[in-house]
T-cell receptor
């Protein structure tokens, strides 16, 4: 069974479109995350939700909006896509109380290409 | 805010060679430290982590890392690499909920 799953795996779209990436975890974790990995492999946190509440919101354009319908799901909606949004987006989850060393488990990634 | 620097961008070595990847962080308080690996085309997987106790941490696949608090370092080592260790290696520091990654080191092992 896949612990953290993302759909779609690949997403190719035109500039200006709106798209969503979905993430689900079946680990029973309380905290979920979205990361962006750029073409140089650099990973940066974008958002984090703990029990459906936003706890990390890094400097990300407001075209990006996370939504957590329940603690097992964290979706990422992107409006008005730009070329610079092309990247691999990773979802992750952890059983996290904030100050702990709980491991974050990553999904397989969604490769977004904006043409 | 915490930051992480990885010394090597790309390391190329032969099978059976020893590997050491440097990682330094900047944060004055208590941190939790991680090494993740990303094999080609795959997602990130945890290699090992440090949160307290013995500063020498052993992980999966023969990897180990040593936390040296005075040097703010958490270097990764493996005595003898295999071709299958070819991957991207990321050091990360966790403060609170936030996990901050280094830029990564590409390791290429030649058969």
């Amino acid at each position: 069974d896949t612990a953290v799953s993302q759909t779609p795996k690949y997403l190719v779209t035109q500039m200006g479109n709106d798209k969503s990436i979905k993430c689900e975890q079946n680990l029973g974790h309380d905290t979920m995350y979205w990361y962006k990995q750029d073409s140089k492999k650099f990973l940066k946190i974008m958002f984090s939700y703990n029990n459906k509440e936003l706890i990390i919101n890094e400097t990300v354009p407001n075209r990006f909006s996370p939504k957590s319908p329940d603690k097992a799901h964290l979706n990422l909606h992107i409006n008005s896509l730009e070329l610079g949004d092309s990247a691999v987006y990773f979802c992750a989850s952890s059983q996290d109380s904030g100050g702990s060393a709980d491991t974050q488990y990553f999904g397989p990634g969604t490769r977004l290409t904006v043409l | 805010a915490q930051s992480v620097s990885q010394h090597n961008h790309h390391v190329i070595l032969s099978e059976a060679a020893s590997l050491e990847l440097g990682c330094n962080y900047s944060y004055g308080g208590t941190v939790n430290l991680f090494w993740y690996v990303q094999y080609p085309g795959q997602h990130l997987q945890l290699l090992l982590k440090y949160f307290s106790g013995d500063p020498l941490v052993k992980g999966i696949k023969g990897f180990e890392a040593e936390f040296i608090k005075s040097k703010f370092s958490f270097n990764l080592r493996k005595p003898s690499v295999q071709w299958s260790d070819t991957a991207e290696y990321f050091c990360a520091v966790k403060v609170g909920y936030k996990l901050s990654f280094g830029a990564g080191t590409t390791v290429t092992v030649r058969a």
